[in-house]
């Protein structure tokens, strides 16, 4: 049971990068799941999530309007789009699952955290 967060890299500030999260071992169908980002020093905050069975989502402020998720069952794989990208956004990006997605979840009630992916925002 495993989550592999990648697609991140080095893009210029307007920039556009499209994370994957991808699930081995189970199916992604049965859960939620969230994506995160902790930036050097600071905690992992939450950032998006999508539920499992209608795809409904919840998006942090601080990034509605440039990041979308999405989820493809075929390929057992969340993705997230992130548009409009600034370097307060470089971080290394993390997904995890959840049994719902909502407003209010912790970080902690997320479970089968993957290895993260570093996107770096910079001229």
């Known amino acids: 049971v495993q989550l592999q967060a990648s697609g991140g890299g080095l893009v210029q500030p307007g920039g556009s990068l499209r994370l994957s999260c991808k699930a081995s071992g189970f199916g992604l169908d049965y859960f939620a799941v969230g994506w995160f980002r902790q930036a050097p020093g600071k905690g992992r905050d939450r950032l998006s999530c999508?539920?499992?069975?209608?795809?409904?989502?919840w998006y942090v402020d601080s990034v509605k309007g440039r990041f979308t998720i999405s989820r493809d069952k075929a390929k057992n794989t969340v993705f997230l789009q992130m548009d409009d990208l600034k370097p307060e956004d470089t971080a290394v990006y993390y997904c995890a699952t959840a049994l719902v997605c909502d407003s209010y979840s912790a970080v902690t009630e997320y479970e089968n955290w993957g290895q993260g992916t570093l996107v770096t925002v910079s001229s």
């Open positions: 999508i539920n499992n069975i209608d795809d409904s989502t």
